[in-house]
Antibody, heavy 117, light 107 residues
Framework: EVQLVESGGGLVQPGGSLRLSCVVS????????MHWVRQAPGEGLVWVSR????????NYADSVKGRFTISRDNAKNTLYLQMNSLTAEDTAIYYC??????????WGQGTTVTVSS | DIQMTQSPSSLSAFVGDRVTITCRAS??????LNWFQQKPGKAPKLLIY???SLQTGVPSGFSGSGSGTDFTLTISSLQPEDFATYYC?????????FGPGTKVDIK
């Protein structure tokens, strides 16, 4: 069974940092581009970032560029999102998503990040 | 960045109704347009990819069409389990922007 399990969310103060992890199973992780998508409370979906299969190519939303870093460890079947200089606007559920030419086809259940003092 | 819009933002419909949701891109995305369904408290689910291809396991009552800048998602006969929020997303050019969503609820 294909699974993506996020962790690392929690409460952090403004200006703080957090690292999210996503452990995958049930497919060959190293063969897929991977994405992070977030959703603020009561709001729509926002694409955050993606990484190529080997991590050599990355893209970011303008709102997180320079603050967030996506990375992966193919030996550990794990995707990461390092988030720095967090603000209240970063409060959201963060989803780890598998990417294919056929779209973002498998989603984790999400991990919640709350930025508040 | 490519901006995505959807219309309507919400709609009310009866079970059995035919429902059409429109998505428009600010510039051509070719056929790199996907549709997702999201129910409250759940992760989104891919319904349609590359504008018109039905994702495995998705009921045939869902269909997508369009190319370039204008796209539609059609539900041929609305079922009780179809009441949800629907999002389009372009994967033509990063950042891969989503539309604002269309909430479909029971009339």
């Amino acid at each position: 069974e294909v699974q993506l399990v996020e962790s690392g969310g929690g409460l952090v103060q403004p200006g703080g940092s957090l690292r999210l992890s996503c452990v995958v199973s049930g497919f060959t992780f190293s063969s897929y581009w991977m994405h992070w998508v977030r959703q603020a409370p009561g709001e729509g979906l926002v694409w955050v970032s993606r990484t190529s299969t080997d991590g050599s190519s990355t893209n970011y939303a303008d709102s997180v560029k320079g603050r967030f870093t996506i990375s992966r460890d193919n030996a550990k079947n794990t995707l990461y999102l390092q988030m720095n200089s967090l603000t209240a606007e970063d409060t959201a559920i963060y989803y780890c998503v598998r990417g294919r030419n056929s779209g973002l086809d498998v989603w984790g259940q999400g991990t919640t990040v709350t930025v508040s003092s | 960045d490519i901006q995505m819009t959807q219309s309507p933002s919400s709609l009310s419909a009866f079970v059995g109704d035919r429902v059409t949701i429109t998505c428009r891109a600010s510039q051509s995305v070719s056929s790199f347009l996907n549709w997702f369904q999201q129910k409250p408290g759940k992760a989104p689910k891919l319904l349609i990819y590359t504008a018109s291809s039905l994702q495995t396991g998705v009921p045939s009552g869902f269909s997508g069409s369009g190319s370039g800048t204008d796209f539609t998602l059609t539900i041929s006969s609305l079922q009780p389990e179809d009441f949800a929020t629907y999002y389009c997303q372009q994967t033509y050019s990063a950042p891969f922007t989503f539309g604002p969503g269309t909430k479909v609820d029971i009339k």
